[in-house]
C-alpha cells in the first residue's frame, strides 16, 4: 500500500489532532498521503489536498478516524472502488472501527508489514419506487429502515420476498438488515445476532402491534419489496441510520444483495464474538 486517504469525523476530531498523528505515522512510513482539501488547509498540507471523489477513487487505502458512524459513511463511498477502508476508534461503542487511538505505531508496522486481512462484508441496495418511476437508489452496510418520524402515527406495510406476499406489518416500521447490521438497529429491535461473515437478509418489525411478527431471515439472493400501505406526517427510508429520504403511501421499496462488498482492513486479534463480549456485555456491567 502505497497511496492512503485519510479521512476524519470532524466532530469527534475537532483540533485534527489525532488525523495530524495518523498523518505523521503514515509519512514516517513513506506513504502518500490524501486528504480533504478543508482538513488540508486547516492543518496547512496543501501539498495532500485532494476533492472528496479522489480520496475513494484513487486510493489504495482509507483509514477513518471516529466512531462506526463515519466508517459506514466512508464504506457507501469506498465500496463501488473494491477500495478496503480502516476505521480507528474516537468514540465509544464500536463494531467495526478496528484500532483503538492509542498504540497506532505498532499496527501500522503489522499493516505494512503486511500482517492482516480483508474482511469481506455484503451490502444491500434499496430502491425507491413511486408510480413508475425509480426516484432514487441508495446503499447500506448495516441496513435501511421504513419508519415512522417522531410525532407520526404506526404505519401499515405490505411485505414481499420477490413476488412472494409474507404478511402485513402494522408498525413503528421495518428494518432489513445485513449480517453487519445485525449488531445495530436490527438488534435493538429485537432481531438476532449473526455472524458478519454470512450471506443473507433480515428482516425486522419495529415495534409491531400484534403478538405475533418476528424477524424472518431470507437468502442473500431474494428481494424484500415493502409497500407502503399508508403512512402519515414524516414516514421515511434511513440508511446506516444517515441518508433520509421521505415516503409517500403507496411508494414501493426494494431491497437486495448490493452487486459489491466493504472490505474491512483487520489487523487485531479480536474475533466477532470477542467484540461482542467487550462492547456488549462488559459494557452493560460497567453501566450497572
Not at 447490521?181 to 436490527?186: E, L, V
Amino acid at each position: 500500500m502505497k497511496r492512503i486517504s485519510v479521512v476524519p469525523n470532524l466532530e469527534k476530531d475537532r483540533d485534527l489532532h489525532h488525523t495530524k498523528k495518523v498523518i505523521d505515522l503514515l509519512e514516517k512510513f513513506k506513504k502518500d498521503v490524501l486528504i480533504s482539501t478543508h482538513v488540508a488547509n486547516t492543518l496547512g498540507l496543501e501539498k495532500y489536498a485532494c476533492e472528496e471523489p479522489e480520496l475513494y477513487k484513487d486510493t489504495e487505502l482509507v483509514i477513518v478516524l471516529g466512531g462506526d458512524g463515519t466508517l459506514l459513511n466512508g464504506a457507501r463511498h469506498a465500496s463501488p472502488f473494491g477500495v478496503p477502508v480502516l476505521g480507528i476508534n474516537l468514540g465509544h461503542l464500536g463494531f467495526l472501527v478496528e484500532l483503538e487511538k492509542n498504540n497506532l505505531e505498532q499496527f501500522f508496522d503489522r499493516l505494512f508489514a503486511g500482517d492482516y486481512t480483508i474482511d469481506r462484508r455484503m451490502m444491500i441496495e434499496g430502491t425507491l419506487c413511486r408510480g413508475s418511476m425509480s426516484l432514487d437508489t441508495f446503499v447500506a452496510l448495516n441496513d435501511i429502515g421504513i419508519t415512522r418520524g417522531s410525532f407520526s402515527r404506526i404505519i401499515n406495510l405490505k411485505v414481499f420476498v420477490d413476488t412472494q406476499f409474507v404478511d402485513y406489518f402494522t408498525a413503528d416500521g421495518i428494518v432489513v438488515s445485513t449480517p453487519t447490521g445485525s449488531t445495530a438497529y436490527s438488534l435493538s429491535a429485537g432481531g438476532p445476532i449473526v455472524h458478519p461473515n454470512m450471506d443473507l437478509i433480515m428482516v425486522t418489525p419495529v415495534c409491531p402491534h400484534t403478538l405475533h411478527s418476528r424477524s424472518f431471515i431470507v437468502p442473500e439472493d431474494r428481494m424484500i419489496c415493502v409497500h407502503i400501505e399508508d403512512a402519515y406526517q414524516d414516514a421515511m427510508i434511513t440508511v446506516d441510520g444517515q441518508q433520509g429520504y421521505r415516503v409517500q403511501p403507496k411508494d414501493i421499496i426494494t431491497i437486495k444483495k448490493a452487486s459489491y462488498v466493504t472490505k474491512l482492513v483487520r489487523i487485531s486479534n479480536m474475533n466477532f464474538y470477542d467484540v461482542l463480549r467487550k462492547k456488549l456485555t462488559e459494557r452493560g456491567v460497567k453501566n450497572r
